[in-house]
């Protein structure tokens, strides 16, 4: 959670100054259209993380990988050095492309290194949700107690290589185990506690994962569009110097935040896409507002409260739909790409349109936006399916405290393991290769511990081993 609050920190911190720095040099527009650039190429380092991990791994060389790293926060520094002193718009733009093209590349591994960690709570969007708040606690600190843009922008530095030590020392916890799932063959003494409480936790199960990742992209990517426009007419009055954006309503958005991780976990991501759509609605509202004349400050307040929804929303998507891609490390952080890929196509043309005189435009596109986005939620949400927690599912109990599945394991000699594939076939509607990498095994497998399933509780196929289970009684022989 630390790494994900200083990413958040960095990240939205190095956004901000960047921002101010370029405001010195160009117009509100140029500033605009300078933040899409670098978020822009932010997007190309959040999908360079998966490259060059597989490089790396081809390479059979990772401590050069290593050293090369550790000589990288030479020029980092030095870019931050530049953006705090540069005195061009192409200097400024070219240290904030280098800072966050470096920035994307650390936040995709931050992402998939924190779901690594994260599998198998019982409280995912909490987590992120309390990670992404105190990043922008932070934040407002690091702007309101320090004094100047020099010192921050050092602060920003400073920050960046702590960031990237603890990246080592998540990658040192996290991935160790997750290996050795992985590589776990028949014969092999492995631990599956750290899997089993993975399924135990799981709340959300995809019936199509690659659909499912497709649909949640294109919705990710149609909301930014919502948001990259209200985040553009923040900016644009922010540039103009009649908004301070670092200021107290990033309150607001930290709250959102954190209201959002307590709706989100509500029976089991239940209300999720429910919340989500009421959130677009008000996004929507607030674009017509802005549109409309209205008063900016309300419209602003709208924004923070929607856009903290929006961040906890598609970050903890993606790390769960992460679990079941067969490359992690290039979904678990698509939320953050898809975002800001989404605010590049938005940013030339939502200037245009907040900066003319066809407001009628401009209400349109929101709206034609409002209707693509519930098609697009109603997409994903077809894709996937609530599974139950197995607490629910085992809620009849005996006096000895052992739940059902416990008192038939034990009453059929059934291996840890065994236990573990029946639980996820209780759980699960997807398919065999699907749960096999639930689990972290091949399909052969998985087929050769469900045949042990079905010679030890004398039934003759999966569905059999199923209906049996509920209909067992244990004082029948």
Request: proline share 2%; charged share 15%.
């Amino acid at each position: 959670m630390l790494s994900l609050a200083v990413f958040y920190f960095v990240f939205l911190g190095t956004e901000y100054l960047f921002d101010n720095r370029m405001a010195l040099y160009t117009d509100p527009t140029g500033v605009v259209l300078a933040q899409s650039y670098i978020l822009g190429v932010s997007a190309l380092g959040f999908l360079a993380y998966s490259l060059i991990e597989k490089w790396k791994s081809k390479s059979g060389n990772p401590t050069a990988f290593k050293a090369a790293g550790f000589f990288l926060l030479v020029p980092v520094i030095a870019g931050y050095v530049l953006l705090l002193t540069g005195t061009g718009y192409r200097v400024l733009l070219g240290s904030g492309c280098f800072l966050f093209l470096i920035l994307g590349y650390l936040g995709s591994r931050i992402h998939y290194l924190a779901a690594q960690l994260l599998r198998g709570s019982r409280h995912p969007a909490k987590i992120v949700s309390v990670a992404y708040a105190v990043g922008l606690l932070f934040q407002f600190l690091n702007h309101n107690l320090l004094w100047g843009e020099t010192v921050e922008g050092i602060f920003l530095a400073v920050s960046f290589v702590v960031l990237w030590v603890l990246t080592v020392g998540m990658e040192q916890s996290a991935l160790p185990g997750y290996h050795r799932r992985q590589k776990a063959e028949d014969g092999e003494t492995v631990s599956v506690k750290n899997a089993q409480e993975g399924v135990a936790a799981e709340r959300i199960s995809w019936k199509n994962p690659r659909l499912a990742g497709v649909a949640l992209l294109v919705t990710v990517v149609l909301m930014t569009c919502i948001f990259a426009t209200l985040d553009n007419t923040v900016t644009l009055a922010h540039a103009a110097g009649t908004m301070d954006i670092g200021q107290w309503p990033r309150l607001f958005l930290a709250l959102s935040g954190l209201l959002a991780g307590v709706l989100f976990d509500l029976n089991n991501g239940r209300y999720r896409g429910l919340i989500m759509y009421a959130v677009t609605i008000l996004s929507t509202i607030c674009v017509l507002i802005i549109e409309s004349g209205g008063s900016f400050l309300p419209g602003l307040l709208i924004f923070y409260v929607s856009a903290g929804f929006f961040v906890v929303f598609f970050t903890n998507g993606f790390i769960q739909l992460s679990y079941r891609m067969q490359d992690g490390r290039l979904w678990a952080g698509m939320g953050r790409a898809a975002n800001n890929l989404g605010a590049v196509i938005t940013g030339v043309a939502s200037v245009s349109l907040l900066n003319g005189e066809n407001h009628i435009l401009t209400a349109v596109l929101a709206l034609v936006l409002f209707v693509l986005i519930s098609v697009a939620l109603l997409w994903y949400y077809s894709c996937t399916q609530i599974v139950k927690a197995p607490e629910a599912m085992e809620s009849r109990e005996m006096s000895a405290g052992q739940s059902r599945l416990e008192r038939f394991a034990k009453y059929f000699n059934l291996t840890e393991r065994e236990q573990e594939v029946l639980q996820l076939l209780l759980l699960s509607d997807d398919g065999m290769q699907e749960i096999a990498d639930s689990l972290f095994v091949s399909r052969a497998m998985l087929y050769r511990h469900i045949a042990a399933l079905n010679e030890k509780t004398g039934t003759r196929s999966r569905i059999g081993l199923i209906q049996f289970y509920y209909n067992w009684e244990e004082d029948k022989k």
